[in-house]
């Protein structure tokens, strides 16, 4: 259960790259001037999830200490923005009782209220198995019949990996225009894909990637009335 918010309130965030933690500090500075973040940055949790780091030795022991750590007071929320890493945490979470919110459950939300046909963009199988099951789920809360595709583009994560964020960018963008033909909404998996919707490259259809989305959930989750 979240804490109220007040000056002295903080949105914890687990990030398994630190390049989200510009994204996020310019959403707060946007949308909550005044509210403080703290931001973890735990890449071995990411590695830990490939196929077969799950059954490395204290790994779920571990992930449980990084989460109950982060929600020490005076965090009011703690945020998990790696959809690979998501549902575990998510369950962690509920076990101990802890302040949380899996950062991709409202982008999910908003697709299945949105569209039939679905498609579900990632560069990680991971992010794009926990991501089809996430919306999955939430059409089955909504009541919903929808048609969901999976595209999986694991050579572009090599480009993430390096560093070279640009080429990375530009590759995603064009499949997105590539697989728009195909559906009537698009979500991205990972929210390092999002700024590729900033590159101006016509997509006939909706686009939902979490980090704003998510952003506001949690505001509005501790109470917070966000400025714009």
Known sequence: MSQPV??????????????????????????????????EVRADLLQDMMPGGCCAPGFLSGTRAVLTALAEPPTALVLCTCSTLGPLAEAIAEAENLPFLRFDRPMADAAVAQADRIAVM????????????LISDAARRAGRQIDLQTCCYPELWDLFCDG????????IAEQLAKVAATTDLIVLAQASMA????????IPVPVLSSPELGFRAALAKIGYAAHC
């Open 122 to 133: 990632g560069c990680l199988e991971g992010a794009v198995h926990a991501t089809g099951l």
């Open 6 to 39: 007040d000056e002295t309130s903080v949105i914890a965030f687990l990030h398994t790259s630190d390049v989200h933690v510009a994204t996020f500090d310019a959403l707060r500075d946007r949308l909550a001037p005044d509210l403080k973040l703290h931001h």
């Open 195 to 202: 700024p590729a919707l900033m590159l101006g490259t016509e």
């Open 164 to 171: 070279a964020l640009a080429a990375y960018h530009a590759a």
